[in-house]
T-cell receptor, first 112, second 113 residues
Framework: NAGVTQTPKFQVLKTGQSMTLQCAQD?????MYWYRQDPGMGLRLIYYSASEGTTDKGEVPNGYNVSRLNKREFSLRLESAAPSQTSVYFC???????????FGEGSRLTVL | GQQLNQSPQSMFIQEGEDVSMNCTSSSIFNTWLWYKQDPGEGPVLLIALYKAGELTSNGRLTAQFGITRKDSFLNISASIPSDVGIYFC?????????????FGKGTHLIIQP
């Protein structure tokens, strides 16, 4: 029962470096999401994918790109990391009931 | 974007006390949800409410969907140490853009020994 799996769990980058956060779900869910969590800011949606082959911007998409590789996998890419992207990133998936998300354990990213 | 005002921001309580927190908005939502985040983990759904006025319980947790559809409340009775964490409310509105889901900023629940 893996649910939503994120890798890596921790990463330290230097400003300007690139990296990809990977997410996979084994629940056959159609929708997948990437959120970031910052102190005092709650959860903010970066990008989401309502189904395989589609992606849409959320509240804070600048500086990020996503790929819905197949139904299981949804990756988040930082092309040129900035200190403002230091955060905890959560991937989530949903079957279809409104707002009912299943979250991964998070990926803690620090950009120096 | 839509804003959810969640309060209080933090609660310091003693084990055994009851807890109340709430979430309000200027916008109407079709669904209200409550999530809990344990330290170092992702949020987990506790309760989902689909109808105005609905009152739903899950063990010691009780949540209500406000009659105006602009607010929701979560109560925890007889708190225990494992209740520590961050509680998020979320409202969902069909056609609300960005998948229609908005999160509050969370209530930190801390239980003092």
């Amino acid at each position: 029962n893996a649910g939503v799996t994120q890798t890596p769990k921790f990463q330290v980058l230097k400003t300007g470096q690139s990296m990809t956060l990977q997410c996979a779900q084994d629940m056959n869910h159609n929708s997948m999401y990437w959120y970031r969590q910052d102190p005092g800011m709650g959860l903010r949606l970066i990008y989401y994918s309502a189904s395989e082959g589609t992606t849409d911007k959320g509240e804070v998409p600048n500086g990020y790109n996503v790929s819905r590789l197949n139904k299981r996998e949804f990756s988040l890419r930082l092309e040129s990391a900035a200190p403002s992207q230091t955060s905890v990133y959560f991937c989530a998936s949903a079957l279809g009931l409104p707002g009912e998300l299943f979250f991964g354990e998070g990926s803690r990213l620090t950009v120096l | 974007g839509q804003q959810l005002n969640q309060s209080p921001q933090s609660m310091f309580i003693q084990e055994g006390e009851d807890v109340s927190m709430n979430c309000t908005s200027s916008s109407i939502f079709n669904t209200w949800l409550w999530y809990k985040q344990d330290p170092g983990e992702g949020p987990v759904l506790l309760i989902a409410l689909y109808k105005a006025g609905e009152l739903t319980s899950n063990g010691r947790l009780t949540a209500q969907f406000g009659i105006t559809r602009k607010d929701s409340f979560l109560n925890i009775s007889a708190s225990i140490p494992s209740d520590v964490g961050i509680y998020f409310c979320a409202g969902h509105r069909s056609g609300g853009g960005a998948d229609g889901l908005t999160f509050g900023k969370g209530t930190h629940l801390i239980i003092q020994p």
